[in-house]
């Protein structure tokens, strides 16, 4: 079933005195399944992230649609904008995006707070999400007391804690040690194999390997894309790098 539909987005930025003008991305098109996990690649200047504002509803295109179970989100108000969000999307930042003066638990219960839920509610969601993210020993703690996996698996449970439609990721292992990374990857294969859909931008070969499918993004538009199929980690990992050399020197696409 498609969750998303993204329909020939276009971006142009226009300079303060509008002089000159900046053309982010020229004719995008993709739709994400529910259910998949999908990973967006690209160089910097690419246009990936102002792809990932617009899919997150913090930036308009200049032309062009996304859907959202058929719902165009190019086109909801302002006023509805940030309880849109809070109901169908959740967000895993780069920087984990914790309040400090907040306890970790307080953090994962910010979005229901704010949707108005009981705390029975949400106590009983926390509980089994906390236990699967492996962080039930610092639900008390503060985000400064903890390490960067801790705090980056506190994040994916705030941004899973609200059942949103479409998990947005933005560099989630960027922050991370190795050893922090593989346990964060793993935990988003894991939560990927629950039904939660996952759309990641990324600049990490190995982050991308983990994906069911890559979107390769080159001067603002679809350059490629490849399916994992019955491919490992390890062979994933190799059709990214392979595609990527091609995009990097300029060949044409090949699908895969």
């Known amino acids: 079933m498609q969750l998303l539909e993204v329909k020939n987005l276009k971006k142009v930025y226009t300079t303060r005195f509008g002089n000159n003008k900046v053309q982010a991305l020229t004719s995008v098109s993709f739709s994400v399944e529910e259910g ?5 690649m690209g160089e910097s200047g690419s246009g990936k992230t102002t792809l990932l504002n617009i899919l997150a509803s913090l930036d308009k295109p200049t032309s062009g649609e996304v859907l959202l179970q058929g719902e165009d989100i190019t ?3 302002d006023s509805r904008l940030a309880a849109f969000r809070r109901d169908n999307l959740g967000f895993v930042f780069q920087d984990f995006n914790l309040l400090d003066t907040f306890s970790i638990k307080d953090n994962i219960f910010l979005p229901l707070v704010l949707s108005g839920k009981s705390y029975d509610e949400m106590r009983e969601r926390l509980q089994g999400l906390a236990a699967s993210l492996r962080i039930s020993d610092i639900l008390e703690k503060f985000p400064y007391e903890v390490s960067g996996g801790q705090k980056q698996r506190a994040a994916v449970a705030r941004a899973l804690i609200t059942h949103p439609k479409l ?5 989630p292992t960027g922050a991370l040690d190795s050893k922090a990374a593989d346990q964060l990857l793993n935990m988003f294969a894991e939560v990927n194999r ?7 931008v990324t600049h990490s070969i190995k982050a991308a390997s983990h994906a069911g499918r890559v979107l390769f993004i080159k001067d603002g538009c679809v350059f490629n894309q490849i399916y994992r199929g019955d491919a490992d980690n390890d062979a994933m990992y190799q059709k990214i790098s392979d595609t990527l050399s091609v995009l990097q020197s300029g060949g044409e696409s090949v699908a895969q």
């Open 36 to 40: 998949e996990y999908v990973a967006i």
């Open 75 to 77: 086109r909801i108000k």
């Open 167 to 171: 998990v947005l990721a933005d560099e």
């Open 194 to 200: 629950s039904g939660q859909t996952i759309l990641m």
